[in-house]
Structures are given as structure tokens and as C-alpha cells.
């Protein structure tokens, strides 16, 4: 209704793979849904499917992912016997 933001299920359903990857710990997957991840916000943004404020909220999911996604390698969680 009134506010709110319509969201878009690709981008809901792409941000939820990689949750659920970077959560049980599958960083090469995390990593590629990241990066499919906007891909598909610029191609959908490009196509006009995307309107001012739904492409300013995907921005800012993905950049709040960012910070994750930088710290995210192999050498993290990583526990020694």
C-alpha cells in the first residue's frame, strides 16, 4: 500500500541462496551468488523492471553484504586440531 517497497522475488530469492550458503559455510558459493547477485541487479535496473527506490534498496543490501563478503576466505573459521 502507502511506503511500502514492492520487492522483487529474483533478487529476494538470489539473496536468500546466498544467506543460507554463507551460513553453512560454503564460501565459493557464497561468493558466485554474491556476484550473480549484481549481475542481475544491473541487468534488471538496465531492462526498467526496477523503479528509483527498490534499485536503491537492492544497492544497499548488496553493500551491506560487502563487508562479508570481503572477510569471507578460506582461512576464516578455520579450527585447528
Not at 12 to 30: G, S, V
Amino acid at each position: 500500500m502507502f511506503g511500502l517497497l514492492k520487492k522483487n522475488q529474483l533478487l529476494e530469492n538470489k539473496l536468500q541462496t546466498l544467506q543460507m550458503n554463507f551460513e553453512n559455510n560454503y564460501k565459493d558459493a557464497a561468493k558466485l551468488n554474491y556476484e550473480e547477485y549484481w549481475k542481475m541487479l544491473d541487468e534488471l535496473t538496465d531492462s526498467g523492471k526496477l523503479k528509483g527506490k527498490q534499485i536503491d534498496y537492492y544497492k544497499q543490501r548488496g553493500e551491506d553484504l560487502r563487508g562479508q563478503m570481503n572477510n569471507f576466505n578460506h582461512q576464516n573459521n578455520v579450527k585447528t586440531f
